[in-house]
T-cell receptor
Framework: DGGITQSPKYLFRKEGQNVTLSCEQNLNHDAMYWYRQDPGQGLRLIYYSQIVNDFQKGDIAEGYSVSREKKESFPLTVTSAQKNPTAFYLC??????????????????FGAGSRLTVL | AQKVTQAQTEISVVEKEDVTLDCVYETRDTTYYLFWYKQPPSGELVFLIR??????QNEISGRYSWNFQKSTSSFNFTITASQVVDSAVYFC??????????FGTGTLLAVQP
């Protein structure tokens, strides 16, 4: 079955450590996204990528980094510069704008999420 | 700037009651797209519906229905005869010409047996 796999599901990190969250999709989607979810704040966009080797900052990119070397993969690194990293992280993917005659914001398919706790 | 408002933080109903979740989307775009997603306790968001700003027809899918009113920027979601399995957090989201979606803060729906 096609879908998005996020790993690990739970992760604990000591302050000052970098940690990388994995996101893999087999939906053949060009676009991928990382969202952060905090209680009472909904989902906020961290980074997004519309195509391989290209990505843009979202609304809360500070303290995070990404790479997009393969179409299927969009890992997120939470660096020690992120002051409050404890959160639920969701990866998503979609078809690229203009694909198949679909205009405007497209449907996002989400992974099951990774919960990061900083000790 | 775009803004999605879900004023209801939590709603609790008894099974078989109807329930409406409110959403207001503010934007200067003339063309935009609205979405509803369901997040069960497992955490994965599940897509429910996508509508564009030119289509104000109500949509019905089983026990779910959606009412879009452009004049009030509202895109409300009604569950008829609620069931315990409907218990989840429901997110409204909006987007324009780009693939960037703005999400509301979510409404936690608890359906009691």
């Amino acid at each position: 079955d096609g879908g998005i796999t996020q790993s690990p599901k739970y992760l604990f990190r000591k302050e000052g450590q970098n940690v990388t969250l994995s996101c893999e999709q087999n939906l053949n989607h060009d676009a991928m996204y990382w969202y952060r979810q905090d209680p009472g704040q909904g989902l906020r966009l961290i980074y997004y990528s519309q195509i391989v080797n290209d990505f843009q900052k979202g609304d809360i990119a500070e303290g995070y980094s990404v790479s997009r070397e393969k179409k299927e993969s969009f890992p997120l690194t939470v660096t020690s510069a992120q002051k409050n990293p404890t959160a639920f992280y969701l990866c998503a993917s979609s078809i690229r704008l203009g694909t198949s005659g679909v205009s405007g914001a497209n449907v996002l398919t989400f992974g099951a999420g990774s919960r990061l706790t900083v000790l | 700037a775009q803004k999605v408002t879900q004023a209801q933080t939590e709603i609790s109903v008894v099974e078989k009651e109807d329930v409406t979740l409110d959403c207001v989307y503010e934007t200067r775009d003339t063309t935009y797209y609205l979405f509803w997603y369901k997040q069960p306790p497992s955490g994965e968001l599940v897509f429910l519906i996508r509508r564009n700003s030119f289509d104000e027809q109500n949509e019905i899918s089983g026990r779910y229905s959606w009412n879009f009113q452009k004049s009030t920027s509202s895109f409300n979601f009604t569950i008829t005869a609620s069931q315990v399995v409907d218990s989840a957090v429901y997110f409204c989201a909006g987007g324009g010409a780009t693939n960037k979606l703005i999400f509301g803060t979510g409404t936690l729906l608890a359906v009691q047996p």
